[in-house]
């Protein structure tokens, strides 16, 4: 029996902040004011039309089959494309794709490439399309137990902008919220050439289809997070759980995920296993996260039988015991002197024994978890993401191992996300794309 590690993280330290040039990363949030009070600080950014009344949705996080979509998706993989090559690769008629881009280039989201035309080409067919980047922006919010993190993304899910903010600890999750949305809209007053579509949430926790979220680590109980944040940004917005959002984004950095064929058909299925402060599992198959009605799958009261390290305060579960803050517990219990968990993983670096075995010690109850995840699903593919995983590469052959000594199965494909250590910023940006990307005209009604 074998496991295949796809290791693609060059390096064990965290990427810097990406914003515009010249920028400030923001400071923390101010005290939250009573909602519907506007920032003073700046003129407002560009914005759709939810301050006329507000806009949640419940996000697909598939990859779409209708036409419009589809086209969109080949402008975005293939662009710039004529129309015979994108009705050839999509399977629609050429009928069909005339219409869809008439229609996505009156709203702006496509634009035609005059320069790129045929020598001699005659009619507007015979014009390459291409996604329009010029114009649009859409901003992700991802909350954190600790640090909650605020990008903005064009229409090819690339990170314009990002910030960090400690996540704002109030008297109640309505400021905690008005704070966040202070700040995401003070950040979106940079781009003010440029108009935002969407916003999207990503966290931890059980979300509803009115975008409330109940979060037990943050002491929510269905908390308003969309309206709340549509309220104070002015967008609309689209509310998801952060694993289920991580798949997503895994299904959109993977070409080989992007089928423009029917995805129910050949996308495959992998299992989308993630560890940072939080972990947590979601699946897909046939090009969609599968959604339970009731939540995400809950992982973290697994039991974790004996350690010789980690868990000093005897939980015997595994999130705490794996979880980031775990990894200091236990770093200060065996007599370090750190603070924070990436004084661990220096202290590791530098060759500190202890440090190492304590990350091998996750690596190994990491493994062995996701081995039992992997047998439950039987996926074709397991990712790991987070940076439980992707902050510590060196421990990665012991999760592989661990995998196989756990597993059933022959062979486990298992593979560390695309998104490496941004996968909270990308997460949070499949969100915000994902009206776009499921029904970019009926979204753009609602920006218009």
Known sequence: MTATLDHRIATTTRPSVTRPTGSRVAAPARPPRPLGIPSPNKAPVKLGSARAGIHIATPQLHLSTKPAAVVLRAARLHGPVFRDAASGASGLSISTVNRQVSALLKVGLLRERADLAPAGAIGRPRLPFELNTAEFLTVGIHIGLKVTSIT???????????????????????????AIGLSAKR?????????????????????????????????????????????????????????????AAELLLNPQAELLVDPGQEGGSFVYFYARETVGIAFTVGGSVYTPTAGPPEIGHFPVGRTELLDPHGTGRLEPTVSDTGIVDA????????????????????????????????????????????????PDHVVLGGQAFTDAPSTLPIVAQAVRETSVADRRDVRVSRSGATVQQQAAGAVSLDAIYSDPVEALARTA
């Open 331 to 378: 770093a200060i219990a065996a007599g370090l002197t750190i603070e924070s968990v990436e004084d661990v993983h220096q202290l590791a670096a530098e060759g500190n024994e202890i440090s190492r075995a304590i990350l091998d010690e996750r690596a190994r109850l990491l493994g062995k978890a996701v081995g039992l995840i992997a047998d439950i699903f039987n």
């Open 187 to 247: 950040f979106l007053s940079r781009w003010q050439n440029k108009k935002v579509l969407w916003a999207g949430v990503a966290l931890a926790g059980r979300v509803d289809k009115a975008g409330r979220v109940s979060h037990s680590r943050l002491g929510w109980q269905s908390a308003p997070v969309g309206e709340v944040l549509a309220s104070v940004i002015g967008l609309p917005i689209s509310v998801a759980s952060h694993v289920e959002a991580m798949a």
């Open 152 to 178: 903005t993304h064009d229409l090819f899910h690339r990170v314009v902008g990002a910030i960090q903010i400690p996540t704002p600890i109030a008297d109640s999750p309505e400021q905690t919220l008005t």
